[in-house]
């Protein structure tokens, strides 16, 4: 029986390298072409689906917890109708980045099937280590995702208030990017969390 196996994928690979009678090779390019473009756009789909809010906000974990509290920020209602969802903060926006951060995603998974949050308590008892990974990965980006729509060199001095300004200018020239201040802009801030000394 040991002995059939090698041969089976030997015969296997030489019907893969043989050339096709019954098509030409137009014929199978083209074939593989129109295939591909099904196969990434089917794939490319499926992925911008799991950007979508409806998505993020399927499983109870997310529904119950952060999705509430995002509701009660400027992120989700504001005075211009500018909304951002889940992945214009968690998702990045170029090719490369986006899959790693979908490969990681995916393990996160993990708390859903362990329920090692799926009760508001359990939620809240992990909620600073899951906001210290989230502040992390972002500190790490120098803030990508919030840099989508904020800049520093877009900011008004005419439009924006002169403390803030100020401040945002301050950061600027130190270096700072924008989850230095910013935690807790869109989520609570676990209660273990201390503000640090300026």
């Known amino acids: 029986m040991d002995n059939d196996n090698p041969g089976i994928v030997k015969r296997f690979w030489q019907f893969l390298k043989r050339p096709s009678a019954k098509y030409s090779l137009l014929t199978l390019t083209a074939g593989g072409f129109v295939a591909g473009i099904i196969f990434w756009g089917g794939f490319n789909t499926g992925l911008e689906m799991t950007n979508s809010l409806e998505f993020c906000t399927t499983c109870h974990e997310m529904r119950d917890t952060v999705y509430k ?34 490969a990681k995603a995916s393990f996160e ?53 002169q403390t803030p300004y100020k401040k945002h200018m301050k950061a600027k020239e130190e270096g700072k990017t924008c989850i230095d201040c910013h935690k807790g802009i869109a989520h609570q801030l676990p209660k273990e969390y201390e503000e640090p000394e300026e």
């Not at 920020?73 to 903060?89: E, K, L, M, P, Q």
């Not at 989230?134 to 900011?155: G, I, Q, V, Y």
């Open 109 to 161: 998974v993990w708390g859903k099937l362990t329920g090692s949050i799926d009760t508001p308590e359990k939620f809240e008892a992990k909620r600073m280590e899951l906001a210290t990974h989230e502040w992390a990965r972002m500190k790490e980006s120098n803030s990508r995702e919030c840099r989508n729509c904020h800049n520093f060199d877009a900011m008004s001095p005419e439009l924006q208030k």
């Open 69 to 102: 509290e995002y509701k009660e920020t400027i992120h989700y209602s504001n005075r211009t109708g500018v909304r951002a969802i889940c992945s214009d903060c968690h998702v990045p926006k170029d090719w490369t980045h986006k899959m790693i951060r979908k």
